[in-house]
């Protein structure tokens, strides 16, 4: 096996090389920007959406499919929502060698499609609370660089749209899916601030918006996740309207959220090592590996052994294979290690003679003896504390991200050095400033800490007039 | 609740009508053909997936997901394969207001971008046998009517294509194939006929095709799947070559097989009645809906019964839900029978005085008392009851639906008076025969029974030349 780069080093070509040699994603299709999900990023994928099904479920929401073709008209009807996106639409004109009478447009989010159908299905108040969640493919063609997973034309996604019968409702549905996301992301071990966007940054048509963000190793930030609190403003364009209990017509209160397979990218960028990936145990697609160490005329004993424990793990619900392959055991460390499973378990005739196995973590490479009447208890003690390790790095992360600073010099010599993750810092609120810290830092200000309102500890840090709020600035992806 | 169409009287009505009122379909998307899956619909769908999904991890396949667009380069590449699909392609040809330098088609199919991929992965024998599965949506700009679910201009299926170093496996492949299929259609209840298809009726390159029929109430029937052996028609195209053990190259032998949310339509088709669905209890998303039955005075006990027996079904990994909405007890029956939820737990104060549930099926819809300790171990027996019950129907649907004739006055009659299911029948093997089938009955020979030699009993129906083979034929949707 080559020599991976290392990811202090140079955090981009790690990650280009970890997500091309783990089995996450190929990029060689000859569609820019669209690329395959292997099978090691589609099963991780499929266990986010599992356990964020589960969530939806309990919370009654409603999984359903519209879809990928939106009619130009209703595009237009929205148009103030659309201008953002319109460079990124990618329009179908033909079928076969003819043309077609209306041009559509593929989904690059499908707020105009489903408020035409809660048009049509809303009467009442008691229609409501009405919470539809999709799982699809969304399509956007982003002109700038493009990034598996962090930046791609065609990804995987989950849009959550909620109507509800007071704003009061809607406030507390922003909140439930603050649940949803942040309970999502810790069950990832992903660090992550929760902020109010500013108000020129908010989703067009909203009251505001609240996005998720994960501060990567470079120094970076990325946005794994928003929800908008939207108001009316989509209800009175698309007609949403229902009668109150009292008689009187209202126009529903809208939410929306929505995550994507960036989570994914974040989870290989945040976790891994020089040596690849490290999945958290609850989200590993494989938990347990077992490895046989082979010596000749022991085979048979070790062999059962590890059919033995197989057995036993597959009864206790954990995901586990048995790789008995002929390939050396030290090519299976490296090819799992390489995966990112969260535990290996080696079985060789010492083993067997002590009457027990090896376990091995992944994240902190330690290697223990573990007597075959507790394999089971000790792996489900294992995933916990990797768990807990993951976690507790994850926090480290954000708080080592996080600076503040009262002076434009120290802010620009933050941004001047290196990618400073999020700086803290004071502002009056004014876009002029915002804009100002975009054109000369490259950067930008993500927002107040949700639900938190922090006290200013000087003036605008561009304008030096009287500060509004604390904010976030970054660099993001 | 307005009166059904009733299912004898015209399929066709009574399916929509259900297809609408059950939660499964809605059409008012203003983009033909492309419908949004409803709730109901959604979820009896991802519980087919997740069954599939058990098959395919069992066989050793891998999830994976292509991108959308495809090339216009890779289908020049496969003109024959494509000349079918050619007048269905939609292909994007902008974005935003700029026009895309090369043109890009929507998969109607994904042989050419997963082929391409394939020839990149694929080197030496060891790197197969190769087995992937991808899940997704598929456009087809069909220009026949559309039918929700039945033909469809977007619609979500499974195609699995496999790579493997010798034809023999390849073959056994195909076998397979059909036993995940063939398993899966029977866990769904459905009767269905598996043929191989007329050489003039294979899939464009293939070595053969084999296909699965399912015969629908109004004698008409449904392809619900096909799986085609490839041979290595595709591979020489697309080049995936790869070094056998001896140091020879030689091009991979090739299978395909996929299916689509037809099942669906099938399902709803095959085992609906004029209240609504019949779902199979193991592919239902809810299997027990527990509806209390109020009188005054009584409302504690008979909530205090229904709480315990939700819990107690719950942790028996019962799907349940309890109904203690203010709606009528006649209200939810219908709902819920309307829903095709396979079992219903009425309690009411008679059944708390009793000591246990009244229980109805919604197959047979026979209800009867069960003694509160044996709720779990009846509601156990009564799925499998249900699904034998299910099963049998299929089994005399199936057999109903095929009539032999040996003369083609007989032929011409049943294709007369109505849809006649499959007609056994003689063939010489000329397409010319065939054609006149299609010509003269607007129907069509769906191939010879697979695995199974039947012999002729006649001459060609058609020619009176001496028959080749025995066939089926029918008129499909």
């Known amino acids: 096996m080559s020599v991976f780069t290392k990811k202090k080093e140079d955090f981009m070509e790690w990650y280009l090389d970890v997500v091309r040699r783990a089995q996450i994603v190929d990029t060689r299709t000859e569609v820019k920007g669209m690329n395959v999900l292997l099978s090691n990023g589609y099963d991780i994928w499929d266990r986010m959406k599992k356990i964020l099904d589960e969530k939806f479920y309990v919370t009654n929401h409603k999984n359903m499919y519209f879809p990928l073709f939106i ?28 043309k077609l009478d209306k041009k559509f447009a593929l989904r690059p989010t499908s707020e105009t499609i489903m408020y035409h159908m809660y048009s049509q299905w809303i009467r009442a108040y008691t229609d409501m609370p009405l919470k539809v969640n999709q799982w699809c493919n969304i399509i956007r063609i982003d002109t700038k660089d493009t990034k598996p997973l ?33 309970s999502f992301y810790d069950e990832c071990c992903l660090p992550y601030l929760v902020t109010k966007r500013p108000k020129y940054d908010t ?5 505001y918006s609240v996005a998720y963000d994960t501060p990567l190793p470079d120094g970076k930030t990325l946005q794994i996740g928003t929800t908008h609190n939207l108001d009316q403003g989509f209800a009175k364009v698309f007609n949403i309207r229902f009668q109150k209990e009292n008689g009187d017509h209202d126009y529903a209160y809208q939410t929306c959220y929505g995550l994507s397979t960036r989570v994914l990218a974040a989870v290989i960028g945040v976790h891994g090592d020089d040596r690849g990936l490290i999945i958290p145990p609850y989200l590993a697609p494989l938990q347990v590996i077992i490895v046989p160490i082979l010596f000749k005329g022991k085979e048979e004993i070790v062999d059962k052994l590890c059919k033995e424990v197989l057995e036993e793990l597959k ?35 010492k ?88 054109d000369k830092l490259r950067a930008d200000i993500r927002g107040t800490l949700y639900g938190k309102e922090e006290k200013t500890t000087g003036p605008c840090i561009i304008c030096t007039e009287e500060a509004e709020e604390v904010v976030y600035i970054s660099r993001a992806y």
Chains 1, 2 share one sequence.
């Open 71 to 98: 009619p130009e008209k209703f595009l237009e009807l929205e148009s103030e929502h659309f201008e953002g996106f319109v460079p990124e639409v990618a329009y179908v004109t033909h079928a076969g060698k003819k």
């Open 150 to 182: 962090l930046r791609d034309r065609e990804f995987q996604w989950t849009e959550a749209h909620t109507c509800h019968a007071t704003p009061e409702e809607a406030v507390e549905q922003v909140k439930e899916s603050m649940w949803i996301y942040g």
């Open 203 to 207: 989703f067009p048509g909203a009251l």
């Open 315 to 349: 009864n206790a619900n954990v995901t586990v294979k048995y790789d008995d392959s002929d390939k050396t055991s030290g090519f299976k460390f490296n090819e799992y290690e390489l995966q990112g499973v969260p535990v290996r378990i080696e079985i060789g005739p």
């Open 351 to 438: 083993d067997v003679d002590k009457g027990g196995v090896t376990l091995a973590r992944r994240d902190t490479k330690e290697r223990m003896f573990v007597e075959r009447s507790k394999v089971v208890e000790t792996i489900r003690k294992t995933f916990n504390q990797i768990t807990d390790e993951l976690k507790s790095r994850a926090k480290k992360l954000l708080e080592d991200s996080i600076s503040e600073v009262v002076t434009y010099e120290e802010l620009e010599e933050k941004f001047a050095k290196t990618n400073p993750g999020f700086v803290k810092t004071n502002w009056c609120g004014d876009v002029e400033c915002a804009d100002l810290i975009k």
